[in-house]
Nanobody
Framework: QVQLVESGGGLVQAGGSLRVSCAASGRTFSNYAMGWFRQAPGKEREFVAT????????YYADSVKGRFTISRDNAKNTLYLQMNSLKPEDTAVYYCAAAARSWAVSSHEYEYWGQGTQVTVSS
């Protein structure tokens, strides 16, 4: 089992920045590809970004490319999402997820999920 706990969400004005974190425990963090997803009210959960478990390759949804940066610190068992130039449409609950494979993009490839952290961007 892998336990994931997100933190760092909050309220920010449009154009601002926020960093959310995901603390992992239970299994060897470096064995897992990690991803961020988000779900806005009334919408389906959507992919945001992913980072591979070893060479730290990254991939982003077009909607956040150039504004968001995913990173990980395997020594601290922590995943990060730096969000810059935030827009009201970025408002959502942000979830981190872990996949027992080297690379994962689709939500069905992820076995473990956190409880989420709310990010609200005001206009």
């Amino acid at each position: 089992q892998v336990q994931l706990v997100e933190s760092g969400g909050g309220l920010v004005q449009a154009g601002g920045s926020l960093r959310v974190s995901c603390a992992a425990s239970g299994r060897t963090f470096s064995n897992y590809a990690m991803g961020w997803f988000r779900q806005a009210p009334g919408k389906e959960r959507e992919f945001v970004a992913t980072i591979s478990r070893s060479i730290f390759g990254t991939y982003y949804a077009d909607s956040v490319k150039g504004r968001f940066t995913i990173s990980r610190d395997n020594a601290k068992n922590t995943l990060y999402l730096q969000m810059n130039s935030l827009k009201p449409e970025d408002t959502a609950v942000y979830y981190c997820a872990a996949a027992a494979r080297s690379w994962a993009v689709s939500s069905h490839e992820y076995e473990y999920w956190g409880q989420g952290t709310q990010v609200t961007v005001s206009s």
